[in-house]
């Protein structure tokens, strides 16, 4: 059974750094094919992709907050850990984490989800 | 990046109503195409990948269609779970944008 679940602070108060802990399941990070992302959704908003990790270690970032994600994996924890430097009330969302198989579906999709932190950014 | 375009942004359909929703992408994409169902307090759901796959789960009344740059999500006959958001996403480069959403309400 796949499970992945978030953890993070509540609130962080503008231009702190926000880390997050993706912390999973059911498969490994070491397999081939697998990936794990971060995605968010702002109130009121869409859900937006922010990064991925895959299992021979390549990152990709979203264009628009490359300069500020970090995202990294611990394979004997299940864990990747996602940081976002110089956080803005803008940054308030739900942060989730979801699972790629390639080999399942051929193509990156997000087949399992977290059920999502919420984090806000205020002073 | 690739951007992807949704529309309608809401529609107001009743239970049993036929719902279709459109996506675009800025360029050619093949069938990397994926949708998602996002309800308040629920883990974001997978639905339909490459275009027209119905993932393992997902009842039959949602279908998918279309390849290159217009897509088509189809829900026939919609039930009352059904209701929420709707996303599109592209996973034909590794930089996987999605939709802006389609907020299905209660008519």
């Known amino acids: 059974q796949v499970t992945l679940r978030e953890s993070g602070p509540a609130l962080v108060k503008p231009t702190q750094t926000l880390t997050l802990t993706c912390t999973f399941s059911g498969f490994s990070l070491t397999t081939g094919g697998m990936s794990v992302s971060w995605i968010r959704q702002s109130p009121g908003k869409a859900v937006e992709w922010l990064a991925r990790?895959?299992?021979?270690?390549?990152?990709y970032y979203s264009s628009s907050l490359k300069s500020r994600l970090t995202i990294s994996k611990d394979v004997s924890n299940n864990q990747v850990v996602l940081t976002l430097t110089n956080s803005d009330p803008e940054d308030t969302a739900t942060y989730f984490c979801a699972r790629i198989n390639v080999l399942l579906t051929g193509t990156p999709v997000f087949d399992y989800w977290g059920q999502g932190t919420l984090v806000t950014v205020s002073s | 990046d690739i951007q992807m375009t949704q529309f309608p942004s809401s529609v107001s359909v009743s239970v049993g109503d036929r719902v279709t929703i459109t996506c675009r992408s800025s360029q050619g994409i093949n069938t990397y195409l994926n949708w998602y169902q996002v309800s308040p307090g629920k883990a974001p759901r997978l639905l339909i990948f490459g275009a027209f796959s119905l993932q393992s789960g997902v009842p039959s009344r949602f279908s998918g269609s279309g390849s290159g740059t217009e897509f088509t999500l189809t829900i026939n006959g919609l039930q009352p779970e059904d209701f929420g958001s709707y996303y599109c996403q592209q996973s034909y480069d590794n930089f996987l944008t999605f939709g802006q959403g389609t907020r299905v309400e209660v008519k």
């Open positions: 990790i895959d299992w021979d270690d390549d990152k």
